[in-house]
């Protein structure tokens, strides 16, 4: 698509049930990113995606934490048992290229988010 | 250790000002640097991405500037008009070890309140 796409953009849950978030990146963009940020707060990086490479899984917070990507597509993050500190809204990103070129544009693109509140 | 400051971390101005927001890092061995605009509540936007083989890049009344030597970026917002009014962030691009795994590093904004 011509940017990157999240859904829901907003969700409502009740604590201790799971939740599902997508991100459907840009057509042909290796590289995927998932952010948090909460109420007032800089921008957590929770976990990278770049092509068929292992993800960099060091920011998400806990076990009940984790994401799951295919390839160069779509991407969901899952939060199970959910707790009121889940509450944020949880970005993603995409950027092309997998090559460590310095010409390349490693310029990244946002979507508008999820906004998650556990009540 | 990377580490992004943004100062002033909060700015007012009346409109029609030209300002400068500042943004520093420790280490120069940056692949790019670009700033963004968040608005209360939504996702983040590119403004400008400056690759490290570039001093500056403009689009319309935004100027950014790089200095990877100082390890210092400006981003020139020409004639402010309360749209403008947002939280600005920059990030920096590093590869930390010798794969293609990059991160990005973020400064913690600056928020801007541009007044009629």
């Known amino acids: 698509g011509a940017g990157v796409s999240q859904s829901p953009s907003n969700k409502v849950t009740e604590k201790g049930k799971d939740v599902e978030l997508r991100c459907d990146p840009i057509?042909?963009?290796?590289?995927l990113y998932w952010y948090r940020q909460r109420l007032g707060q800089g921008l957590e990086f929770l976990i990278y995606?770049?092509?068929?490479?292992?993800?960099?899984k060091s920011g998400l917070p806990s076990d009940r934490f984790s994401a799951e990507r295919t390839g160069e597509s779509v991407s969901t993050l899952t939060i199970q048992r959910t707790q009121q500190e889940d509450s944020a809204v949880y970005l993603c990103?995409?950027?092309?290229?997998?090559?460590?070129?310095?010409?390349?544009?490693?310029?990244?693109?946002f979507g508008s988010g999820t906004r998650l509140t556990v009540v | 250790k990377q580490e992004v400051t943004q100062i002033p971390a909060a700015l007012s101005v009346p409109e029609g000002e030209n300002l400068v927001l500042n943004c520093s890092f420790t280490?120069?061995?940056?692949?790019?640097l670009q700033w963004f605009r968040q608005d209360p509540g939504k996702g983040l936007t590119s403004l400008l991405l400056?690759?490290?083989s570039q001093r500056e890049q403009t689009s319309g009344r935004l100027n950014a500037s790089l200095d990877k030597s100082s390890g210092r970026s400006t981003l020139y917002i020409a004639a402010s008009q309360p749209g403008d009014s947002a939280t600005y962030l920059c990030?920096?691009?590093?590869?930390?070890?010798?794969?293609?795994?990059?991160?990005?590093?973020w400064g913690l904004g600056t928020s801007l309140a541009v007044n009629p």
């Open positions: 995606f770049q092509g068929n490479s292992a993800p960099d």
């Open positions: 280490d120069s061995a940056i692949y790019n």
């Open positions: 990030a920096v691009l590093i590869f930390p070890n010798a794969g293609n795994n990059r991160k990005l590093i």
């Open positions: 400056i690759q490290s």
């Open positions: 057509s042909g963009h290796t590289a």
């Open positions: 990103a995409s950027s092309p290229s997998a090559l460590r070129d310095i010409r390349a544009n490693y310029g990244y693109t």
